[in-house]
């Protein structure tokens, strides 16, 4: 065990663990945030997609000895008042059904969008295609990334 100082949503933690424990299972089970969401445990859904200094990352592959000193951002830090552009955008377009995977998706869209703020279809494509939704959402959710793209400009 050690004492691993790391900052998520601009909160900076200690928890006493193993260096080699997923990311996620700190997020969750020592920082209490839940959104976060375990899905295959490697690497391959996204349900568990944070952000690491701005890029989108799987957390549930990360060993939480590799963030110190870097911004961990998940989906409770992306907006205080829930009133993303994405957030909003996934409410009005109705996205989730069982809602298991939004969290991931919505943070690997932010960050697709940090990145490229007025994406093309194409580009929301390959920037989305690591993030799988078991109930099928994906027009939706493509159509949400339009939407909180025009409304940023």
């Known amino acids: 065990m ?18 080699e424990m997923p990311l996620l299972w700190v997020i969750r089970d020592f920082v209490g945030l839940t959104g976060t969401k375990y899905g295959c445990g490697i690497g391959q859904c996204g349900a568990c997609t944070v952000h690491l ?3 989108a990352v799987r957390s549930c592959t990360i060993p939480v000895s590799a963030v110190r000193n870097q911004k961990i951002t998940t989906i409770e830090g992306l907006s205080t008042d829930g009133n993303h552009p994405l957030q909003v955008a996934w409410k009005e377009r109705d996205v ?3 809602g298991y995977c939004q969290a991931g998706q919505i943070m690997n869209a932010a960050a697709l969008l940090m990145q490229n703020p007025q994406p ?6 390959i920037g989305m295609s690591g993030n799988l ?17 025009l409304a940023r400009k």
């Not at 050690?2 to 260096?19: F, G, L, M, R």
């Open 2 to 19: 050690a004492k691993i100082k790391i900052q998520i949503n601009s909160s900076t933690y200690q928890p006493d663990v193993d260096p």
């Open 53 to 55: 200094d701005g890029h």
């Open 96 to 98: 989730p059904q069982c």
């Open 120 to 125: 093309s279809d194409a580009d929301i494509t």
């Open 133 to 149: 939704c078991r109930c099928g959402t994906y027009q939706r959710i493509h159509q949400a990334i339009k939407q909180a793209s």
